[in-house]
């Protein structure tokens, strides 16, 4: 769908009270970050890497945690700065429109960008903050990097010495209901639900499409690449959202 299809998809923002977005990696692309199963993507370039995403591999092997903390060090995610799809995002929240902004990225770039924190739910946490597995100390990101910088390849808890790692949630591992429960929620009550840059793979977080569209809302699916749920979309944008994503958000009027 071209541009007629932005054109529908503006009208029916500007008439809904309640917008809820669902974002994944690729509204991140364009600040330099790599999604996972796009054309560049992280597990399309090197299918192995999926191993440092699986907490049961992280949890029992040192050599995994290892690697893991050394692609910590030069995660993109660092130096990455919000793009035009972000502040897009952010215009919306002025609007009044924004009900939720439902995010499985890690970046933090949303909260940067300028989105509030009470409309912000990263379903699969922040890389900005480490926790640990054993006793559940959380704490900044950058000091426990300090400590890999300094030598420590697998640097356990300050507190306990148990494993430390991302406070993200790995594949393999449960999320946190409150915090899921909050997206759902939210999906139900959205008048149109906006997916951006998300393959629409991970569950249960993908459910929210189909949650959305029962419970009555109009779904837009804005992808570059097909998705399971295109088929009951009442509009599909391919992109690039750095570009369609202003154009779609900005008001008719
Ligand atoms: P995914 O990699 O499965 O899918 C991303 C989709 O975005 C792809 O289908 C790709 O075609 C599309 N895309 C990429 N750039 C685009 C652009 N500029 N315009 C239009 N479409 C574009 O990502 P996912 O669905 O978010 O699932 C991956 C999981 O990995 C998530 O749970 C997330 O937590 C994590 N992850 C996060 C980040 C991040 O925080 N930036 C990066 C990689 C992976």
């Not at 035009?84 to 215009?91: P, Q």
């Amino acid at each position: 769908m071209g541009s007629s299809g932005i054109e529908s998809v503006r009208k029916w923002i500007d008439a809904a009270r309640r917008v809820v977005v669902l974002t994944g990696a690729g509204i991140s692309t364009d600040s330099g970050i790599p999604d996972f199963r796009g054309p560049q993507g992280v597990w399309t370039r090197n299918p192995a890497a999926g191993k440092l995403s699986d907490i049961r591999y992280y949890v029992a092997d040192p050599e995994v945690r290892k690697a893991s903390w050394r692609s910590r060090l030069e995660h993109p995610a660092w130096a990455a700065e919000p793009n035009a799809g972000h502040l897009a995002l952010v215009a919306l929240e002025r609007r009044g429109k924004l009900h939720a902004l439902i995010t499985q990225n890690i970046d933090g770039l949303h909260l940067r960008a300028g989105n509030s924190p009470e409309r912000v739910i990263e379903v699969h946490g922040n890389l900005h903050r480490a926790v640990c597995l054993a006793c559940g100390w959380k704490g900044p990101m950058q000091p426990v990097l300090d400590r890999v910088r300094a030598g420590e390849a697998d640097p356990p808890c300050g507190e306990c010495g148990g494993i430390l790692k991302s406070d993200t949630i790995s594949f393999g591992q449960a999320l946190v209901p409150e915090v899921i429960g909050r997206a759902m929620g939210a999906a139900q009550e959205a008048d149109v639900l906006l997916t951006v840059g998300t393959s629409l793979q991970v569950f249960p977080v993908a459910g929210a499409v189909p949650f959305a569209k029962q419970a009555g809302a109009r779904i837009v699916i804005m992808n570059a690449q097909p998705t399971q749920f295109d088929d009951i979309a009442d509009a599909r944008l391919s992109g690039p959202i750095s570009i369609d994503l202003p154009l779609a958000l900005r008001g008719v009027g």
